[in-house]
Nanobody
């Protein structure tokens, strides 16, 4: 599965952005899709994930984005979206989407993901 992340850009603090993750094939709907981010000089951080529909389609979020970010999925478009609201300067990072076929309890772990997109840069100015 090939993943293409897009939608990053420059936004002021308090603003919103929507990132897209589009998969190359329909089989992507069989995977959990996760979002991670990495700021310069830091480790990659779990942002959120959405389970495949067959596992209920539930969503999970990292503590730093809970209540501000939401994830949605449109299987007909092989797409997953990360809706980011009330952005803060500390949200500045390269955002990656990834696909996992792991058990549900591993979806917050970077190591559970088999396929990764190329990343899209989000910059939040103060």
């Amino acid at each position: 599965v090939q993943l293409q992340a897009s939608g990053g850009g420059l936004v002021q603090a308090g603003g919103s952005l929507r990132l897209s993750c589009v998969a190359s094939e329909r089989s992507s709907r069989m995977y959990h899709i996760g979002w991670f981010r990495q700021a310069p000089g830091t480790e990659r951080e779990f942002v959120g994930a959405i389970l495949r529909s067959g596992s209920g389609g539930s969503t999970y979020y990292g503590d730093s984005v809970k209540g501000r970010f939401t994830i949605s999925r449109v299987n007909a478009k092989n797409a997953v979206y990360l809706h980011m609201n009330n952005l803060k300067p500390e949200d500045t990072a390269v955002y990656y989407c990834a696909a996992s076929s792991s058990a549900i309890n591993w979806v917050k772990s970077e190591s559970a993901y088999n396929y990764w997109g190329q990343g899209t840069l989000v910059t939040v100015s103060s």
